[in-house]
């Protein structure tokens, strides 16, 4: 296998699902339309308090859009498993990790970049102070790509199982625990003045480690979850 | 892309070969070898267990008894999925992409035969005319012979066909013995799976049959 393969073999995974969903767009939209639905909700449900609204702004649109990325997840390998495409994942003479690795990282640029941008719109509807805007697209960034690895290996860990949809929020709430006190302690302390960054220092390094095991993780996963 | 079996060596070395499922056998114990140039037949009836041989042989699945040996290493490995390619009753076509980008991303996943041309292994298909059209808009026929033109593009010397006869017409069926004939003039090697109702390519080295 020349050096070439690898990069190569990487770039042809990262397109096909870019190109796959360039060509349905319109379910690109839905998490976003579904993130901008929820917000507006709240101050219809708490009533149009300034002071309370942007107190929970942050907290809020974290949340939203961390329960948006999770609506399309389940379907991160149905289709491949369907159609013989995921067989073809295992089968092909690269490391399964470096495809899911391109994987993970398309999931992320077609449902997480997109909701990350539309994420300071819904802040500031909330009223979130302009201080605190920066941070909170700061930790969003690093939430939404931790949740990313997370959530794909436990799509990895359920793919065949029949309604995984529910059994993977389950899973994956749990870890998204520490993910949104992190990300929230980071948008709460900017908005009172404080420092803000360790905090986020945190979710770096989290998004560092699993950005090296995630896909060894997810591979071994989509092996155990296939092998029957 | 290098075969890293010695030129003498089998492709593929089966010793009692089996698969069984909760105690019950699917096919097996086998005993036999595939030899370069080699073309082999894999007959059987329904539910002979054709198609669990060829994922036991892809590393899909653990055999339950016996051994397999596939480019002398372990089915699964990363040597043996560097020289196999398989193509089964799934094609792994996304039907959101056109032919070319099938076959494109086909070559990127297990790269390209140094003298393949992915434009006239389409016209030898018999899809000349269909290269950008998405595939979910071809026939069951023509996703097959685009699956088969991505299976001939591969370098890997071994392939692993199951039933690939199934939804071809007569010029298809021929294809499929033109495909087979140039591989094995290459020097690789195939297993090939039917139901035994066509007419199976000539230059057959032997039959292998299940479930009898």
Redesign the interface.
């Known amino acids: 296998?020349?050096a070439s393969?690898l990069p190569?073999?990487f770039?042809?995974?990262l397109?096909?699902d870019v190109?796959?969903a360039w060509?349905?767009r319109g379910d690109a939209l839905l998490p976003v339309l579904y993130a901008v639905i929820v917000t507006t909700l709240f101050p219809f449900a708490l009533g149009p308090e300034h002071a309370l609204l942007a107190r929970i702004s942050g907290g809020v649109v974290l949340v939203t859009v961390l329960l948006a990325m999770l609506l399309s997840l389940d379907a991160v390998f149905r289709?491949d498993l369907?159609?013989?495409?995921l067989?073809?994942?295992?089968?092909?003479?690269?490391?399964l990790a470096l495809?899911m690795a391109a994987r993970m990282l398309a999931y992320w640029l077609v449902t997480a970049l997109p909701l990350v941008l539309v994420a300071p719109l819904l802040a500031y509807m909330l009223g979130l102070d302009a201080v605190a805007q920066p941070v909170l697209l700061l930790a969003l960034l690093l939430a939404s790509a931790l949740l990313d690895l997370l959530g794909i290996v436990l799509t990895a860990l359920t793919v065949g199982t029949r309604r995984s949809g529910m059994l993977l929020s389950l899973m994956l709430l749990p870890l998204a625990v520490p993910v949104v006190i992190f990300a929230a302690g980071a948008v709460g302390a900017a908005q009172q003045g404080l420092p803000w960054i360790a905090p986020l220092a945190w979710l770096a390094a989290a998004l560092a480690l699993a950005l090296v095991l995630a896909p060894l993780a997810c591979a071994t996963a989509l092996r155990i979850a296939?092998?029957s | 892309?290098s075969l890293h079996a010695a030129p003498a060596d089998p492709f593929i070395v089966a010793r009692g070969l089996g698969y069984g499922r909760r105690d019950e056998r699917v096919f097996g114990p086998l005993d036999f070898s595939l030899d370069a140039g080699c073309i082999a037949l894999v007959e059987g009836d329904n539910g002979s267990g054709k198609t669990t041989l060829l994922r036991v042989l892809?590393?899909?699945?653990?055999p339950t008894t016996g051994e397999a040996r596939v480019l002398g290493a372990a089915p699964g490995s990363?040597q043996a999925?560097?020289?196999?390619?398989?193509l089964?009753?799934?094609?792994?076509?996304?039907?959101?992409?056109t032919v070319q980008?099938n076959l494109?991303?086909?070559t990127?996943?297990?790269?390209a035969r140094e003298d393949a041309d992915a434009q006239a292994m389409l016209e030898h298909a018999g899809l000349a005319g269909y290269a950008h059209e998405?595939v979910r808009t071809l026939s069951a026929g023509q996703k097959k012979r685009a699956a088969l033109a991505r299976l001939a593009l591969l370098p890997a010397p071994l392939w692993l066909l199951d039933e690939p006869y199934a939804n071809l017409d007569r010029n298809g069926i021929a294809l499929v013995n033109a495909l087979l004939a140039g591989h094995a003039a290459r020097g690789g090697a195939a297993l090939v799976t039917s139901h035994g109702a066509v007419a199976f390519y000539e230059g057959v080295g032997y039959t292998l049959r299940l479930g009898t």
């Open positions: 296998m020349s393969a190569r073999a770039l042809a995974m397109r096909r190109v796959l060509r349905r289709g369907e159609d013989g495409a067989e073809h994942m295992l089968l092909a003479p690269q490391p495809l296939l092998d | 892309m892809s590393g899909l699945l653990h990363e999925r560097a020289g196999c390619a398989a089964g009753h799934l094609l792994g076509l996304k039907g959101d992409l980008e494109a991303l086909g990127g996943l297990y790269g998405p």
